[in-house]
């Protein structure tokens, strides 16, 4: 199975500050990677899919990028209500797996 | 609107079997695959199969073979899943989510809200 490793695994930034969160994949996945976003308590947020692909409503400052094994979810000026875990996932065939998550907080 | 609403939170003996529903509006059922996921208080997410609302059949991660059933109902829109042999691993919050897609192989838009089972003697 193919393996996704996130990291860091948690990271401490100021409002404003760009915010960086990598994923690798264990073999290729093309562009079949997407980020979730998990607030305390609640349900996970489908942020973005196909890679780079932004869902509706979500805010700019958010954008993904990458191909193949690596694939990246920037933050663009951070703000309060980011604080969550973000969760990157691969997806296209069985199983489906997610990366370990990201905690997000705010310094 | 589209939404997945689950059944409530159970409790669980060790050796007992869970069955969780999930219920879809605001879509037509058998247009989209749905999804089981579930987390572990304080843990990450782990996927445990699919099932295509439309035939009825389902895909299963090779973690919970033997123990895992997931069917649908279509007359009411709802999903199913029932999980065997609990031990006290299988706390956690059970979300149903649904694939953004025809076919099985999209990402997650839609989620339950999801379903605490908790396991203790």
């Known amino acids: 199975d193919i393996q996704m490793t996130q990291s860091p695994s948690s990271l401490s930034a100021s409002v404003g500050d760009r915010v960086t969160i990598t994923c690798r994949a264990s073999q290729y996945i093309g562009k079949y990677l997407a980020w979730y976003q998990q607030k305390p308590g609640k349900v996970p947020k489908l942020l973005i899919d196909?890679?780079?692909t932004l869902q509706s409503g979500v805010p700019s400052r958010f954008s993904g990028s990458g191909y193949a094994t690596d694939f990246t979810l920037t933050i663009n000026s951070l703000q309060p209500e980011d604080v969550a875990t973000y969760y990157c996932q691969k997806y296209g065939d069985a199983p489906w797996t997610f990366g370990r998550g990201t905690k997000v907080e705010l310094k | 609107q589209v939404q997945l609403v689950q059944s409530g939170a159970e409790v669980k003996k060790p050796g007992a079997s869970m069955k969780v529903s999930c219920k879809a509006s605001?879509?037509?059922?058998?247009?989209?695959?749905i999804h089981w996921v579930r987390q572990a208080r304080g843990q990450g997410l782990q996927w445990m199969g699919w099932i295509n609302t439309n035939s009825g059949g389902p895909k299963y991660a090779q973690n919970f073979q033997g123990r895992v059933t997931m069917t649908r109902d279509t007359s009411i829109s709802t999903a199913y899943l029932e999980l065997s042999g609990l031990t006290s691993d299988d706390t956690a919050v059970y979300y149903c989510?649904?694939?953004?897609?025809?076919?099985?192989?999209?990402?997650?838009?839609?989620w339950g809200q999801g379903t605490m089972v908790t396991v203790s003697s």
């Open positions: 605001g879509y037509t059922f058998s247009d989209y695959f």
């Open positions: 196909a890679t780079s």
């Open positions: 989510a649904r694939d953004d897609g025809a076919d099985p192989d999209n990402a997650f838009d839609i």
